[in-house]
């Protein structure tokens, strides 16, 4: 018995002299891409993720920032302005989380944010568009909102009066110089609004007039998602096809100051005064 025990033992040395060892796999050295990185964006903001992703938590003094519940980002730039003494951020949250494009600004020392575009697309986000003539003005057409990229102002613009009814999306699609009026494009007429007072005034731009005037639009932005489609990439045709309408609208439109304010006149068409409310309908 013991003379088999010996055997039995050398055996298994033998063994573990010709077997290769076992030794757990270890990152390569210098290979950081299983960490997370820090990355400064100014003032009290940082950025956090893995090198290799491009998914980004937004850090605020050093804690995990999440506005409006999103978690993570496929873009985070500061826009220019402060507020605060902190940099405003522009942010696009990824599919996930469904929020969109946010201006995130501090107040009294607590960051806040604003949406700027529903749209959530990690393919291509909503950066907005620059309108045609002011490229301080970001057109967030999917939103209807507007952004004044040299102050960090958010516009927004009310198209229905109180208890009025209209089916049709609006678009927002030009801006007044003063940055006070904004002119809406619904299915049968253009709106023009007041940052705080709403609804003040129509231009006949018809729905059978949208319709010549945007006959090739749609072709356009076709032939440009192929386009993209074809370079491996993928744009959003509604969005694109929405921004050419806007672009349309300044390049036949603009702004008059009137001893009523501002008009919104193009393609011999002007703005007119909406009728006033009675006392029922306010």
Not at 225 to 239: C, H, N
Request: aromatic residues 8%; charged residues 20%; contains cysteine.
């Amino acid at each position: 018995m013991k003379i088999w025990r010996r055997r039995v033992l050398a055996g298994a040395v033998a063994m573990c002299a010709v077997m290769p060892a076992i030794v757990a796999a270890q990152p390569a050295a210098g290979n950081t891409d299983h960490l997370k990185a820090v990355e400064p964006l100014g003032g009290d903001f940082a950025l956090e993720g893995y090198p290799r992703s491009n998914l980004r938590t937004i850090l605020y003094r050093g804690k995990i920032y999440r506005p409006l519940n999103a978690y993570e980002f496929v873009h985070v730039k500061p826009l220019g302005p402060t507020q605060g003494g902190q940099p405003m951020l522009l942010a696009v949250s990824n599919d996930m989380m469904g929020v969109g494009t946010i201006l995130i600004a501090v107040q009294n020392g607590t960051p806040l944010a604003r949406v700027l575009s529903p749209t959530v697309d990690l393919r291509d986000p909503d950066l907005g568009m620059s309108q045609p003539g002011r490229q301080d003005v970001l057109l967030f057409t999917a939103g209807s909102r507007a952004l004044v990229t040299s102050t960090g102002q958010v516009l927004w613009f009310e198209h229905k009066r109180p208890k009025e009814y209209i089916s049709s999306i609006p678009l927002l699609v030009s801006v007044s110089p003063d940055n006070k009026q904004g002119a809406l494009l619904l299915d049968n007429q253009i709106r023009l609004a007041r940052v705080d007072d709403g609804p003040y005034a129509s231009v006949p731009f018809t729905k059978d007039r949208q319709a010549k005037a945007f006959a090739g639009l749609w072709d356009e932005s076709s032939q440009a998602a192929k386009k993209a489609l074809d370079a491996g990439q993928r744009i959003d045709q509604r969005r694109l096809y929405n921004n050419l309408k806007a672009a349309w609208i300044n390049r036949h439109f603009a702004w008059r100051q009137g001893k009523d304010g501002w008009q919104f006149t193009g393609l011999d068409l002007t703005s007119a005064p909406l009728p006033a409310l009675s006392a029922r309908e306010n």
